[in-house]
């Protein structure tokens, strides 16, 4: 049965800039359940990692979040049997960015994989992202051992001594694919790979057993192999402790395997959501399906084909097109129509919405 984790409620994340108003979240509604995998995708600057910084209430100034993100907390300890369950909700968007809860949830009920921008292999990697990156709390420190950085969460978040963290690290820095684990908890960051310090990163996120993994393009800088080692950690922790992941990637390889729904976003709103083979093999929106030709059958393509770039450009954020913002790079334009109405959140199959206004009777 799907009991949701999050809510994410008309979410609008505003950056004031010299030039104007950049709308990086613009409406956006999703809902996670607890156990599940919510794939998003979209092009570079659609507003995929600011949505993931919202909800762990970390989104850079002069960013302004208005809307819901509803965290639906477990009592520590309460029973997991679904009867004597209790939760409270919280409001992610109200609490103290500096508070005790929020620092309760970012990393320990919460863990987060940030994308690795120096490495990333986007070549049109938002500006914003890379601002984003440069002023994360979330980086290593280049100053302390890995193992105490690992540790230093797990005691953060858990009752556990020194040496039970220390254990705990190593077990981790094994899970993920660390060659001699013993040895390596005693190195510094500059002593790793690129590689292995995401992996590290991935140790750290996942060390808390964390309700909810963000995992904003998590393997992008590894190779394939250590890819799909790190993937089956999250899919294995997943099953034995009921872990929703948020999983942003270009990836569509990655997102058809990991996830069990995808969300599509485009200038910062949700176009269509379904479950993945729905979206995968029976895409509605015109959005969608310009971004799944670059994968003509799914699973034929080498899993590291990324999304294709598709016909005209992003609009200019200070100057949005009237009515649907994609409908000037749109092959199903109907004008008079797509250039007037806003599209409205519209079920066009069993648990598959779109936001098109081909499926919806306005403007006759
Ligand atoms: N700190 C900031 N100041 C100003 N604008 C920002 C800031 N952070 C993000 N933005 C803008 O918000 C929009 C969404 O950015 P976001 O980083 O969420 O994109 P993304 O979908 O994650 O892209 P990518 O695929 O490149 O990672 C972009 O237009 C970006 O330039
Ligand atoms: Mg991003």
């Known amino acids: ?48 990692s600011v949505t993931a910084r919202a909800i762990l209430n970390m989104v850079p100034k002069p960013g302004k979040v208005s809307g819901e993100i509803l965290y639906h907390r ?42 690795e921008p120096m490495s990333s292999l986007t070549p049109v990697y938002s500006v914003g992202t890379l601002i984003n990156e440069a002023v994360s709390l979330h980086r290593l420190s280049p100053v302390k051992k890995i193992g105490d950085q690992i540790t230093e969460t797990v005691q ?19 899970k993920v694919g660390i060659p001699k684990p013993n040895e390596r908890v005693d190195n510094y960051p500059h002593q790793l790979s690129g590689g292995q310090r995401q992996r590290v ?38 099953e034995s402790s009921d872990m929703a992941i948020l999983f942003i990637t270009h990836n569509l390889g990655v997102v058809a395997n990991m996830a069990h729904e995808i969300v599509v976003m485009y200038m910062g709103k949700a176009v269509e959501r379904a479950k993945v083979q729905d979206l995968f093999y029976n895409p509605k929106h015109p959005y969608t399906q310009s971004l799944l030709q670059s994968i003509p059958k799914l699973g ?65």
Not at 77 to 105: C, F, M, N, Y
Not at 207 to 213: A, F, G
């Open 1 to 48: 049965m799907s009991e949701p984790l999050i809510e994410i409620k008309d979410l609008r994340v505003e950056f004031n800039v010299r030039e104007g108003v950049v709308k990086a979240v613009d409406g956006f509604n999703l809902t996670i359940n607890r156990g599940e995998t919510v794939g998003v995708i979209g092009e570079s600057g659609c507003g995929k």
């Open 201 to 238: 990163m991935i140790a750290i996120a996942l060390s808390c057993e964390p309700v909810m993994l963000i995992a904003d393009e998590p393997t992008t800088a590894l190779d394939v192999s250590i890819e799909a080692q790190i993937l089956d950690i999250m899919r294995e922790l997943q």
């Open 300 to 364: 034929q393509k080498k899993s590291g084909e990324r999304l294709a770039s598709i016909a005209g450009s992003v609009p200019n954020p200070f100057n949005l097109p009237s009515g649907c913002v994609f409908h000037p790079r749109c092959p199903a334009f109907m004008p008079g129509k797509c250039d007037v109405f806003t599209p409205k959140w519209t079920q066009v199959g069993e648990e598959h919405w779109a936001n098109c206004l081909l499926y919806e009777e306005v403007g006759k």
């Open 156 to 174: 953060a978040h858990r009752r556990v001594t020194k040496a039970e963290g220390r254990a705990i690290a190593i077990e981790m820095l094994r």
């Open 74 to 115: 477990r009592a520590k300890g309460a029973a997991t049997d679904g009867l004597s369950r209790t939760t409270e909700v919280i409001d992610l968007t109200k609490v103290d960015p500096d508070g005790e809860t929020i620092r309760q949830v970012r990393g320990g009920e919460i863990g987060m994989i940030f994308q």
